[in-house]
Nanobody, 121 residues
């Protein structure tokens, strides 16, 4: 009933940019906070950026000033503009969303399958 599909990953050189997208397909749910997480091999998954339904944003310290999260509520889509990419940004990037059922008001959490970002030096 809720599906998150990421796109936009790829291989770039250090200093270049990428834009990730995450489109949510959902029926009978309202979507609230949307986030981007990332996980590098051998490391824990970490929060990259989050955005509320009202547009309030929060960023991980390592990406502040370089990454920008935005969303289009009409399209249930969240974006991550990544500038000045560094090799340490290499990871699988996951979209995450908190949703509420319009039927029973229960909250749920969903993850996308991830998109790979590789930054070469």
């Amino acid at each position: 009933q809720v599906q998150l599909v990421e796109s936009g990953g790829g291989l770039v050189q250090a200093g270049e940019s990428l834009r990730l997208s995450c489109a949510a397909s959902l029926r009978m749910f309202s979507i609230y906070d949307m986030d981007w997480y990332r996980q590098a091999p051998g490391k824990q998954r970490e929060l990259v950026a989050s955005i509320s339904s009202g547009g309030s944003t929060n960023y991980g310290d390592s990406v502040k000033g370089r990454f920008t999260i935005s969303r289009d509520n009409a399209k249930n889509t969240v974006y991550l503009q990544m500038n000045s990419l560094k090799p340490e940004d290499t990871a699988t990037y996951y979209c995450h969303a908190d949703v509420q059922s319009v039927v029973n008001s229960r909250w749920s959490s969903y993850w996308g399958q991830g998109t790979q970002v590789t930054v070469s030096s």
